[in-house]
């Protein structure tokens, strides 16, 4: 039964942490609110939970692999395939234009018919689209090449969003979650450096740049495989198991639902958008900047496309091992808006360094700055993003809203700055100014909300360790009832917040027509 120790609610939004410092018994509660005993309910074990966590990683290293690639090869890419900087970001656009029309149906039809299946569906598309990729370069065909990215995009939409579908189902905020995206992350960078890097050099060794993409249809075999595994073992956990409960909450984790609840999508926490304003900048630019890292090494090191790719792959994925401590600090002791601010900084430092220092010191500093504080962000964001959430049925559509608001982002800045870049003869004097401002507003976001945690309590319980959460569970129960209630102030800002991020999508989408259409930005 429920400990009947409540904490009254005073004032919405407001808490004492002090006020109770005691472990109740954990009881179950589902989507709707609805209690229910634990008893009969078996969760599934550990070492079926690393069974899962092994497949997941293996499946995105795969993916992982081919991810980089494009961006690493830029000049290969334009040299062979006649193409300018404002061509190549509408060739990268291509996939993030597809991402933003159909994510969030995507996020949607996740939390339906669970991650696995999700996974399964997008892996074979994605290799389809990938096997059209390598045919397009290998015909030097750059509109096939687009079309060819929209179709791999297909896949990829439905595999994001998936992958950590399946980990919130299996694993509770501060209870294994942020550790086990912290190690599919890290893992995730190996396989990503190990294709960014390798790029140029397949393109040099083989005499033909369309080998680096039929390599990654190779690898997209071996995902295949992975996920065909994971699915067979979802079916059987499914039958074994009854699911997960969080220890904070009492709330039943399930890796699908039993109706679309389209509704809570318009109704989710304000914190949940405020860890959404700090992703939209520093996201972005991180991905943007990656885009261009390998020819920007090229122009500032002055050296090879072999030699600049490891450099910027180095920059990218050097601190994969930190990735997975960082996601146990999390679920240890918390401070995941601690950890955001950390990144927002040290991410405005690198990029300050690479626009103001232009030399090949300054360029090599930021490089190196930039290779710690790029792995200080997915952890903490997509931590924050669950944990902020007082219902959990709705996460893969919440993350779906994430990846649509990073990729309107991206498509906007990657036209813009290509055609700067262009205007600029090819230099990145003037993007870099770009990238600056993009992470300036981060730091700014990062440090509004470490202010307003000490205000609000549903955005101080990111800050939260493991063990407060559970010794503060009546305040999680709480602010929970609290919400389910509604208020009209609540329900306006997440209306309007979603309406805000449809504008964006919309201008986006803008963006990339008119790109496409007049060549111009």
């Known amino acids: ?17 002090d006020k109770d410092k005691t472990n109740a018994a954990v009881t179950v509660r589902n989507g709707n609110g609805s209690e229910g005993s634990v008893e009969g309910l078996e969760s599934p074990p550990l070492r079926w939970k690393l069974m899962a966590i092994v497949l997941v990683t293996a499946i995105g290293f795969g993916s992982q692999w081919s991810s980089g690639i494009t961006s690493a090869m830029k000049s290969t890419i334009k040299k062979e395939m006649k193409v300018n900087n404002k061509q190549f970001a509408l060739l990268e656009a291509s996939e993030d234009f597809m991402v933003t029309v159909l994510m969030l149906f995507s996020g949607v039809v996740t939390d339906r018919i669970g991650g696995a299946n999700a996974i399964l569906y997008g892996n074979i598309i994605y290799s389809v689209g990938s096997i059209l990729v390598a045919g397009a370069a290998q015909t030097r065909s750059y509109k096939f090449m687009i079309g060819g990215r929209v179709i791999r995009a297909l896949g990829d939409i439905a595999t994001q969003v998936a992958q950590y579908k399946v980990f919130s189902s299996w694993f509770a905020p501060g209870n294994g979650f942020a550790s086990t995206l912290g190690f599919e992350l890290g893992i995730g960078k190996i396989g990503a450096f190990a294709g960014k890097s390798s790029a140029n050099i397949i393109a040099k060794r083989t005499g033909d740049f369309a080998w680096v993409f039929w390599i990654a249809v190779f690898m997209n075999l071996f995902t295949n495989v992975m996920t065909v595994l994971f699915y067979w073992f979802t079916r059987i956990a499914n039958k074994r198991f009854q699911g997960t409960v969080d220890p904070a909450t009492g709330e039943q984790l399930a890796e699908k639902s039993k109706k679309l609840e389209l509704r809570k999508v318009l109704q989710l926490p304000w914190t949940f958008w405020a860890v959404m304003a700090f992703s939209m900048f520093q996201t972005s630019a991180s991905i943007v900047f990656l885009q261009n890292a390998t020819e920007l090494a090229e122009q500032r090191f002055g050296t090879t496309s072999i030699v600049a790719a490891w450099y910027s792959a180095t920059a990218q994925y050097a601190g994969f091992f930190f990735v997975p401590l960082l996601g ?8 995941r808006i601690t950890a955001l601010a950390v990144c927002g900084i040290l991410m405005f430092l690198a990029m300050s360094l690479v626009c103001f220092a232009n030399t090949v010191q300054g360029t ?11 792995n200080l962000g997915p952890t903490p964001i997509i931590d924050s993003i669950r944990t902020s959430m007082f219902d959990s049925s709705v996460f893969g559509t919440a993350y779906a809203l994430k990846i649509t608001m990073n990729n309107a982002m991206n498509i906007i800045v990657r036209i813009v700055t290509g055609v700067i870049q262009d205007h600029d003869k090819n230099s990145y004097d003037r993007v870099t100014i770009v990238y600056v401002a993009l992470v300036g507003a981060a730091v700014a976001v990062s440090i ?34 609290v919400f389910d209630k509604g208020s009209k102030i609540s329900r306006t800002i997440s209306l309007g917040c979603f309406v805000a991020l449809l504008v964006l999508t919309c201008g986006s989408w803008c963006a990339y027509f008119w790109g496409v259409a007049t060549g111009k930005h």
């Open 1 to 17: 039964m429920e400990s009947t120790n409540r904490i009254p609610d005073t004032t919405p939004g407001l808490a004492d942490d």
């Open 328 to 335: 146990v600090f999390i679920d240890l002791l918390g401070q």
């Open 364 to 374: 090599a500093a930021s490089f190196g700055v930039f290779a710690f504080a790029v």
């Open 448 to 481: 509004a909300l470490l202010g307003l945690s000490w205000k609000f309590v549903d955005l101080r319980q990111l800050q939260w360790s493991r063990k407060l959460r559970i010794t503060r569970r009546n305040i999680l129960i709480d602010r929970k009832e």
